[in-house]
């Protein structure tokens, strides 16, 4: 298992235009970004280099799918239906709160959050993230909100 980042930092760098990975690394907004909790998640090292600089799609039904669910198509990615909503919202949060842009339709990243609520393996990761970082991703509180972004 490594970390992944669920809004890929190559779209975070690039949206900053700071350059590769070294060079962004002297830049304290880049970092502060980089390091958040609200946006990593333990990942399969194979699964996070297919994923780092897809963006998030529904894909068709002839899409390859992986052992765990996942679905790709040339540089597009579809996280398992199980998660769609955990997903959407930590996107919804980086566009948010880092005013970055979506990567992927914004009215895919809806959909995913009205058919995947917050459940309760969400809600205790983001009560023990917000506890460690000392704030909330508000789309986890109040999915709702996630409808006027």
């Known amino acids: 298992m490594t970390e992944g980042h669920i809004y890929p930092l190559a779209a975070v760098r690039s949206a900053l235009g700071c350059g590769t990975s070294s060079q962004c690394g002297r830049n304290d907004r880049y970092r502060q970004i980089a390091s958040d909790l609200h946006n990593i998640v333990p990942v399969t090292s194979r699964v996070e280099i297919r994923r ?24 597009f990615f579809e996280p398992p239906g199980e998660v769609k909503g955990d997903v959407a919202r930590a996107v919804a949060y980086m566009v948010d709160t880092y005013d970055l842009p979506w990567v992927g339709a914004s009215s895919v990243f809806k959909s995913w959050n009205r058919v995947d609520p917050p459940d309760d393996q969400e809600l205790t ?16 509180r109040n999915p709702e909100r996630l409808e006027n972004l």
Request: charged share 40%.
């Open 52 to 75: 780092r600089n897809a963006r998030y799609e529904e894909l068709s039904a002839g899409a390859r799918e992986d052992e765990c669910g996942n679905r790709e198509s040339a540089q």
């Open 125 to 140: 990761r983001h009560r023990l993230v917000s506890e460690l970082q000392g704030n909330e991703n508000r789309f986890i």
